[in-house]
């Protein structure tokens, strides 16, 4: 077994990019897949105290040693794609792309600003749920990866190659995007979710990869939930960021400020059921009292029965309990 898998237990905002960035360091894992579009952004922090915030690429492009894997679930914004290639520096061999990938064009961000997703549901703009519908469609006129001259260089079958890498015994980390109470076909809030399924599973399927492939899935959740501004569905116990003791956070996306709530066991138990995962990380420790912090881990274990197995206490790393 050669696959972790990074998943969120909110509504995102959990430090998955992080997670993903930490995990491949511990592990010394080469491969990582990105799956999904660019409607959500993940931070990381490298050694240097350089701070990316990446929608499309993983946030392991900034390592030198690192392949960065874009599979055929996933949905690309070529102008974003460009910028963070440039923004990381990643090579030209260091990027595979399958040959499948969805494109994101102008008018699927048009058509979501149109019917007004942002204001009823609280929506990116990002194209990625247009793009989707485009792909279920199945319209001849519809691009993939494999149509744009430029990506040429980039193209692969991506299933093909991870399966050769599991053959020879190599590692491989998938970042998954969001967070568990967003997901299409599991959360209880819908319509105000996103546009494809968020668990281990379907981040998995997005890859071609099999089950019996996987051998960790790190759920990661945060200390106080968040869900991004406006309409965007129920939170639990929401709060404001006075009450945190915190600054404000803004969105990766959007640059609005994010709503926050009290930690909800409810949806984080959810997601364990629905994705079992081997290893739990907490993230925003910081955001708790430094004399409580043992006590709040121990609390959150009693609520969710399970073990918190890494800590996060600031933007740049986790560490193991």
Known sequence: ?????????????????KVTYCIAKEKDIKITVRVGGTNSGHTVV??????????????TSILK?????????????????KKEIKLTGIKEEQLLID??????????KINEANNNLRLTIGSTLSGTGESVIR????????LLAKDIYELKPFLIDSKKFLYEQIQKKQKIIIEGTQGFGLSL????????????????????????????DVEDIILTI????????????????????????QLPEFTSVTKKIRRVAKFDPDIVRNAIMSNRPTKIVLNHLDYIE??????????????????????????????KI
């Open 46 to 59: 490298d050694d240097n105290d350089n701070e990316y915030i990446l929608r499309q690429l993983p946030t």
């Open 99 to 108: 040959q499948n990938a969805m494109i994101i064009t102008e008018e699927d």
């Open 222 to 245: 945060r200390t106080f939930p968040i869900r991004v501004e406006g309409n965007s569905g129920e939170l639990k116990n929401e709060m404001n960021w006075e009450s945190v003791k």
């Open 1 to 17: 077994m050669s696959v972790t898998i990074v998943i969120g237990g909110q509504y995102g905002g959990e430090g998955k990019g």
């Open 135 to 142: 792909r279920i469609n199945r319209s001849k006129t519809t």
């Open 290 to 319: 430094k004399d409580k912090h043992k006590e709040f881990i121990t609390e959150i274990e009693n609520y969710i029965n399970h073990k918190i197995d890494y800590i996060g206490i600031d933007k740049k790393c986790i560490l």
């Open 65 to 81: 040693d690192s392949i960065s894997v874009l599979s055929a679930g996933s949905y690309i914004d070529l102008d974003i794609l």
């Open 185 to 212: 076909l599991h959360s209880s809030n819908y319509p105000y979710c996103t546009s494809r399924d968020t668990t281990a599973a379907s981040f998995l399927a997005e890859t071609g990869l099999s089950p019996f």
